[in-house]
């Protein structure tokens, strides 16, 4: 995660905090929080790339599969 795009966050947050911000810092705190959350989503999703969950068969099956079956049914 780029750390430049954190500290932007933080700027805006602090400032909306104490001065409050215009509509241009509006939009771009809104588009920079977008762009945050799609990161931390695709962080999330390759962790759950790597999660395995063992059955009560004793199999082994990667999340996504078993989260799959278990909506499915």
Do not use: C, H, W
């Not at 215009?22 to 759950?48: G, P």
């Not at 068969?57 to 049914?73: E, L, M, R």
């Amino acid at each position: 995660m780029d750390k430049k795009l954190i500290e932007r966050i933080n700027e805006l947050a602090k400032k909306k905090k104490t001065l409050g911000l215009n509509a241009e810092e509006q939009a771009e705190q809104k588009q920079l929080y977008a762009v945050y959350l799609s990161e931390i989503r695709a962080q999330f999703d390759n962790t759950l790339d790597n999660v395995s969950i063992k059955q009560e068969d004793g199999s082994v099956v990667p999340f996504k599969s078993a989260a799959k079956k278990k909506n499915n049914k």
